[in-house]
């Protein structure tokens, strides 16, 4: 995952929507797009779901499925396709840690900042009031965070949904919620990079390469055993079983610790929302302590704790075995290339080919219903995984198969 600085916003930052820069630097979108990503080609799909909705005056939410870090610009060659700019709402270190000319293009491109870890009310009333009055769709990613699981959706967070509410029941016009799917798929062959990157990461274990065993088996050992490491250090002793199982018990552990320090209740809560909660307290507890004292560093450990759990959880255990295909391998390391090597972004290693899936518009009820919006964030995230399971992906020669076989690697860390 990628590292943000986990602390309160020096200042909140309101976007600065300009559609005559917006079609000036169609230009420069696309070539990030091509030199970043490395998207050579992008399918749009369901374009007409909102336009209807635009037409119509409607105020419109769109929620995409947050998978690379390149997702934004792919969502904004899919607006020209229904003719409007967008706004979007970002982690405010994405307006707070760049440099005054990348953050004046982000802005201008309709980014407003919001601090993720707290109630930000200056955020809060910004996504409103654009779907109670503006003409253009605001796009919120629900997910929160980019997990590198491009064909599987992770728990959608409320948020979004809430202000979808909160707007439907303040606004004279309806206001809709727009599911998208974003898939990615390889188009040129990565496998001979992504063997030098995976004998890189078991260089950085101070393990030789395995150049012997495929990919996914590599894969399964490096997964395993980091993941001993962290059992090691935090539960005094690597556990056996099922990967997925091992994670699931890691993580609790982790987090039961964080809040029955803090004395915070995660009895009902997803992972993200117990992770996102337990920064909240250690984010509180940094401020009010003395920089440097013993405080403080055990509130900074809590906090890098938290970051851990929230790595942990990007890794479902059973992501690749379930399809070994060659993207869900790719995604997999360039994980291992953010959390194992360090790097702030993961680089991509062939062209790919984006699809974007837009799909019917849901309807935001105005009137006052008891768990309206997490019934609405349910329904959303079960509608964008259905779009992602809609999208075929072509037969291609380089396709990455299952290890022929005992392939007891996978058998005993629990991915098969």
Known sequence: MDRTRFEKPPRWWGPKLNPLGIRLFRWLRKRILKTGPRISDIEVRGAEHVRRALDQGQGVLITPNHSVHGDPMVVYEAADHFGSPLYFMAAWQVLGLVNPFRRAFLRMHGCFSVDRE???RKALTQAVEILKNRKEPLVI?????VYHCNERVT???????AMAVMAARKADREIVVVPCGLRYYYVEDPLQDLEELMSRVEDALFWKPRVDLS?????????????????????????EGLVPERITFLTDAILGRVEEKYEAD??????????????????????NAVEGSDQYQASANDLDDCYLCAQLFSYPGDYVAEHPSIDRLAETLDKFEEDILD?????????????VVLGEAVPVPKEKKRNAAAEL???LERRVQQLLDSVELPSRSFELVAPAGPASSADETGLA
């Open 343 to 355: 790097l702030p972004t993961a680089t991509v290693r062939a062209h790919r080919r984006a699809t």
């Open 266 to 287: 995660g009895e009902g809560k997803t992972i993200p929302e117990r992770i996102k909660q337990g920064r909240q307290r250690a984010i509180t507890a940094l401020e």
């Open 155 to 161: 728990p959608f967070r409320d948020g979004p949904a």
């Open 118 to 120: 707290g109630t930000d």
């Open 215 to 239: 990919m996914s088996e590599r894969l399964y050992r490096v997964a395993s055993g980091m993941l001993g490491l962290k059992e090691l250090e935090y539960l005094d002793g690597a556990r």
């Open 377 to 379: 964030t349910r329904t």
């Open 141 to 145: 990613f629900p997910e929160g965070e």
